[in-house]
């Protein structure tokens, strides 16, 4: 019987021999070309006059959503504030193995701009802090630094100003990362932002819309799950590959109750058990002594 890690093993050994082949194949034409690695795209202070301009940017060439997407539901839908849902910002020095600090990163990220969207602006600056706080233990210099925090400060008062401020500095960190090969360090923090959003729509209402919403996010999915493999076939960084290819399980295990829904319409049974695997993995990913 063939076990869950024979099958994924199988499945990356594949993916390895598929893109030697593609590499292959296009030599010839990469010699004629001169294309340029793909980025994430910056967030310049003169294209962020106003929170919804900024939320509306492609999270990366994957076509992976972002949380603020599923927050604007939220409020659309006049869901309450909940703070009790958040990450408790006491959470952040309990984090020390560098994936869990930039997995920590991206839930902390997730939480400004839930609080931002609510104009929640005391909460916006202390997540932010957070953030700024692990961003230097992971030594991004770009993006979480103090230029951002006086920025931030001065602008408390601002709550459109503070989305725009925390947005660009988060799409500044994410550059760094891409442009100085740390992009493995990357995954992580996209993972605990999309599990964060998952967490804060299901845990925060019980609405039919939701269920809507819950299934619309089976591409997104899908999109993150690609994400990850290709990180493990072109990072040179292997030693977090185990750490990748246990997120990749616990995403596909949420994939697995997806492939049971018949058309666009999810019972109540599935949508539980999508919700609970959601929560579940929201409690291992700010666990500081869970993987």
Do not use: H
């Not at 990356?12 to 590499?23: E, G, P, Q, V």
């Amino acid at each position: 019987m063939q076990t869950e890690s024979t099958i994924f093993d199988r499945m990356i050994m594949k993916r390895i021999i598929i893109c030697l082949s593609a590499f292959l194949l296009t030599c010839s034409l990469d010699a004629c070309t001169d294309s340029k690695k793909p980025r994430v795209r910056t967030v310049s202070e003169s294209e962020v006059d106003d929170a919804t301009e900024v939320t509306n940017v492609v999270y990366t060439k994957y076509g992976i959503p972002l949380p603020i997407d599923l927050f604007k539901y939220l409020v659309a839908e006049e869901i309450p504030y909940n703070n009790d849902l958040l990450i408790p910002l006491e959470n952040m020095d309990k984090y020390t193995k560098e994936p869990k600090q930039a997995m920590a990163l991206g839930v902390y990220s997730a939480d400004i701009a839930y609080c931002s969207l609510y104009k929640k602006q005391q909460e916006v600056m202390g997540y932010f802090n957070c953030s700024f706080k692990l961003a230097d233990k992971l030594d991004i210099s770009e993006g979480f630094n103090f230029r951002y925090v006086e920025r931030m400060e001065n602008n408390i008062n601002s709550a459109d100003s503070l989305s725009s401020i925390a947005a660009e500095s988060y799409w500044k960190a994410c550059n760094y990362l891409n442009d100085n090969e740390k992009n493995n360090i990357l995954p992580f923090i996209i993972y605990g932002g999309w599990v964060e959003s998952q967490y804060l729509c299901v845990a925060s209402n019980d609405l039919k819309s939701t269920r809507e919403q819950i299934m619309n996010q089976r591409e997104g999915l899908l999109s993150l799950i690609n994400y990850l493999y290709e990180v493990m076939i072109e990072s040179s960084a292997f030693y977090y590959n185990y750490d990748i290819k246990t997120l990749i399980v616990k995403l596909n295990n949420i994939k697995k109750i997806y492939d049971k829904v018949s058309g666009n319409n999810i019972d109540a049974q599935l949508y539980n058990d999508i919700c609970s695997r959601i929560k579940t993995m929201r409690s291992e990913l700010i666990d500081p002594n869970k993987n």
